[in-house]
């Protein structure tokens, strides 16, 4: 019999990473960029986090979005359309897979291992980057937090698809 664990993240289904966005500094303007390396324990290698360079704690190496949330935003914010991922600063932009679903799951995003940490709240900035209305629009979605696990290259295009979730043994 299947585990509620099991059915969170099942391996079989996959998603596409459709966007890669990085920033130099915090209040630095957020560009995409086509590829990059995931660097274990730090984030990024083209991020702020990968230009440090340094072993990073913190549960935010990498944040996530899904694409299918982008519309719903620019709904929720009263706007035309969509919202362009690079105003909403988050690192990766995947489709095709819920990732609330996979909340301290593993997951393999191109060659690199992430382990999905937690919800990643949106910031007073959001006022300023979807206008008013921005940060109540992101509440609940506004995508996950990783650490980077296993460093390797990301591209947009690249697989996202949850790992197996690890056997435990029968005590």
């Not at 099991?6 to 960029?33: F, K, M, W, Y």
């Not at 932009?93 to 393999?108: E, K, P």
Request: charged residues 20%; aromatic residues 0%; hydrophobic residues 45%.
């Amino acid at each position: 019999m299947k585990t509620i664990r099991d059915l969170n993240a099942p391996p079989h289904i996959t998603g596409r990473v459709e966007a890669l966005i990085v920033r130099g500094s915090p209040r630095e303007p957020a560009r995409c960029i086509d590829a990059t390396v995931a660097l274990a324990r730090i984030g990024l290698a083209d991020d702020r986090l990968g230009h440090k360079g340094e072993a990073e704690l913190s549960t935010r190496q990498v944040t996530l979005i899904q694409a299918e949330h982008l519309p719903v935003i620019a709904q929720l914010a009263h706007l035309p359309g969509t919202v362009d991922p690079v105003r909403l600063r988050r690192n990766i932009v995947v489709s095709g897979i819920n990732l609330l679903a996979l909340r301290n799951a593993r997951i393999h995003v191109g060659e690199a291992v992430l382990e999905v940490v937690g919800p990643c709240a949106p910031c007073s900035r959001m006022e300023e980057e979807v206008g008013p209305g921005g940060y109540a629009a992101m509440r609940g979605h506004g995508g996950m937090t990783a650490r980077v696990l296993t460093t390797g290259a990301i591209r947009v295009g690249d697989e996202v698809r949850a790992a197996p979730p690890a056997q435990l043994p029968l005590v």
